[in-house]
């Protein structure tokens, strides 16, 4: 019996997954518990294992398409077994197999597909075998529904020998039909580029480098990076503090018989926890025309992840103790780090901390996540002297810089939060206490 299997739905906020990755083609057995295929969503990387037990029939989708969720990605059971029931593609994208036979009477020249250039219509299989095969997707005749290119049109153009090489795809120049390139591509030299002669200089044969498609994750990193500076007003303050009762505190509870490990950084966050609690500004989000404040603080915490950059949320971070906070935050962040971390904690919070202090940043620049008003980064600890009693002494001195939205709230209130976060981490026996 065939069974379809879907593109899993990885928290309530995730409406498409990307196959990054088969690992099972057509015909292979399968058996329970093999890796089907890799998938992403904009936050996470994840593997779909079978549930049963039989011959992989049929693939719907390529490496790096975009599939809705819950939705039909193969097909595993007995050989011979029909699967056409089960294919859930959009309808533009089925006729470029299951019409595939139309106007197979009608020759298309070199000349009529350039005529016909222009559409932007282009469905996402069409557009991932132009990438693959350095096809001028505006040489396409779009013979899909609507006036779309789809995959059959660019096939024709490989029949038609209409190439490009990678460089002069990414020129954004208009393209020749056929160029000086290997198979008659077009090259850059084709398109009028300029040649430089470097005098006295040999210059090397071919350039050594590498093309890697970039994760999804890394896409979604930097746009949400370009989008937090282009629509926010970002001013950063940066003090420090004397780190002396923290340190010594972390000494006691490492060598205490306290299942939790608690650093150095649970202790800024439980002490941010705290203060903010005093400035709502801090802990809101900025809507344009609306402040929306949270009655509790919601901590984002920034994990390095071999995937990029993950913020998974440690919600209710207020009301939790210090070893409490310290299981939170480690439980996110291996979650996240090992890739399994459901997207909705991936959201929903009301403030961040990031800690460059470990790789020695003395001072930094942290980035908004929009529509947060407030991100803090934490720094190393350097030694640092002060005069007490008429006496030069040394302290152990740890900065903090704080990035915050000067459209949501000004420069003083936001000095005022990092200048009683400052003394609440200097006293924070006393902040336990509260």
């Given at each position: 019996?065939?069974?379809?299997?879907?593109?899993?739905?990885?928290?309530?906020?995730?409406?498409?997954?990307?196959?990054?990755?088969?690992?099972?083609?057509?015909?292979?057995?399968?058996?329970?518990?093999?890796?089907?295929?890799?998938?992403?969503?904009?936050?996470?990387?994840?593997?779909?294992?079978?549930?049963?037990?039989?011959?992989?029939?049929?693939?719907?989708?390529?490496e790096w398409d975009d599939?809705?969720?819950?939705?039909?990605?193969?097909?595993?059971?007995?050989e011979g077994e029909s699967?056409?029931?089960?294919?859930?593609?959009?309808?533009?994208?089925?006729?470029?197999?299951?019409?595939?036979?139309?106007?197979?009477?009608?020759?298309?020249?070199?000349?009529?597909?350039?005529?016909?250039?222009?559409?932007?219509?282009?469905?996402?299989?069409?557009?991932?075998?132009?990438?693959?095969?350095?096809?001028?997707?505006?040489?396409?005749?779009?013979?899909?529904?609507?006036?779309?290119?789809?995959?059959?049109?660019?096939?024709?153009?490989?029949?038609?020998?209409?190439?490009?090489?990678?460089?002069?795809?990414?020129?954004?120049?208009?393209?020749?039909?056929?160029?000086?390139?290997?198979?008659?591509?077009?090259?850059?030299?084709?398109?009028?580029?300029?040649?430089?002669?470097?005098?006295?200089?040999?210059?090397?044969?071919?350039?050594?480098?590498?093309?890697?498609?970039?994760?999804?994750?890394?896409?979604?990193?930097?746009?949400?990076?370009?989008?937090?500076?282009?629509?926010?007003?970002?001013?950063?303050?940066?003090?420090?503090?004397?780190?002396?009762?923290?340190?010594?505190?972390?000494?006691?509870?490492?060598?205490?018989?306290?299942?939790?490990?608690?650093?150095?950084?649970?202790?800024?966050?439980?002490?941010?926890?705290?203060?903010?609690?005093?400035?709502?500004?801090?802990?809101?989000?900025?809507?344009?025309?609306?402040?929306?404040?949270?009655?509790?603080?919601?901590?984002?915490?920034?994990?390095?992840?071999?995937?990029?950059?993950?913020?998974?949320?440690?919600?209710?971070?207020?009301?939790?103790?210090?070893?409490?906070?310290?299981?939170?935050?480690?439980?996110?962040?291996?979650?996240?780090?090992?890739?399994?971390?459901?997207?909705?904690?991936?959201?929903?919070?009301?403030?961040?901390?990031?800690?460059?202090?470990?790789?020695?940043?003395?001072?930094?620049?942290?980035?908004?996540?929009?529509?947060?008003?407030?991100?803090?980064?934490?720094?190393?600890?350097?030694?640092?002297?002060?005069?007490?009693?008429?006496?030069?002494?040394?302290?152990?001195?740890?900065?903090?810089?704080?990035?915050?939205?000067?459209?949501?709230?000004?420069?003083?209130?936001?000095?005022?939060?990092?200048?009683?976060?400052?003394?609440?981490?200097?006293?924070?026996?006393?902040?336990?206490?509260q």
């Open positions: 019996m065939a069974i379809p299997v879907i593109m899993p739905r990885q928290g309530q906020s995730v409406e498409s997954c990307i196959v990054t990755k088969w690992h099972k083609e057509v015909g292979e057995k399968v058996v329970v518990g093999d890796v089907l295929f890799s998938y992403e969503t904009d936050k996470a990387s994840f593997e779909e294992e079978a549930t049963v037990e039989g011959t992989m029939l049929v693939k719907f989708y390529e599939v809705p969720c819950l939705i039909n990605v193969c097909v595993i059971g007995n699967t056409s029931e089960f294919d859930q593609r959009d309808a533009d994208e089925v006729v470029e197999e299951d019409t595939a036979s139309k106007d197979t009477n009608k020759e298309v020249t070199t000349e009529e597909v350039i005529i016909s250039s222009g559409s932007d219509k282009v469905s996402p299989r069409a557009k991932n075998l132009a990438s693959k095969l350095n096809i001028d997707i505006s040489k396409a005749q779009a013979t899909g529904p609507n006036g779309r290119v789809i995959e059959r049109d660019i096939l024709k153009l490989k029949e038609l020998g209409i190439y490009a090489t990678s460089a002069a795809l990414s020129s954004g120049e208009k393209l020749q039909t056929s160029g000086t390139g290997i198979g008659g591509r077009m090259a850059v030299d084709d398109i009028g580029a300029v040649t430089t002669q470097v005098t006295g200089v040999e210059l090397p044969s071919e350039l050594g480098y590498r093309d890697e498609k970039i994760p999804n994750i890394r896409k979604m990193i930097s746009k949400a990076m370009s989008n937090s500076l282009q629509t926010t007003s970002q001013v950063t303050l940066t003090a420090s503090f004397d780190a002396t009762e923290i340190v010594a505190l972390r000494k006691k509870l490492k060598a205490s018989d306290i299942e939790v490990n608690v650093t150095l950084n649970d202790m800024i966050i439980f002490a941010v926890s705290r203060v903010l609690k005093n400035h709502a500004a801090l802990n809101a989000h900025f809507l344009g025309d609306t402040m929306r404040y949270f009655d509790h603080v919601h901590m984002g915490i920034a994990v390095d992840t071999e995937r990029g950059l993950l913020v998974p949320t440690v919600f209710n971070a207020d009301i939790r103790s210090l070893v409490s906070v310290a299981a939170a935050v480690k439980e996110v962040a291996i979650q996240a780090k090992e890739g399994i971390i459901n997207p909705d904690l991936l959201s929903g919070a009301s403030f961040t901390i990031t800690n460059l202090g470990t790789f020695g940043i003395e001072s930094f620049t942290p980035v908004l996540n929009p529509p947060q008003t407030g991100i803090l980064g934490v720094n190393t600890i350097t030694q640092r002297v002060k005069e007490i009693d008429g006496e030069l002494v040394t302290y152990p001195s740890m900065g903090l810089s704080l990035t915050f939205d000067h459209g949501a709230l000004d420069g003083a209130p936001a000095a005022r939060f990092l200048q009683e976060l400052n003394k609440a981490l200097e006293n924070f026996t006393i902040l336990l206490m």
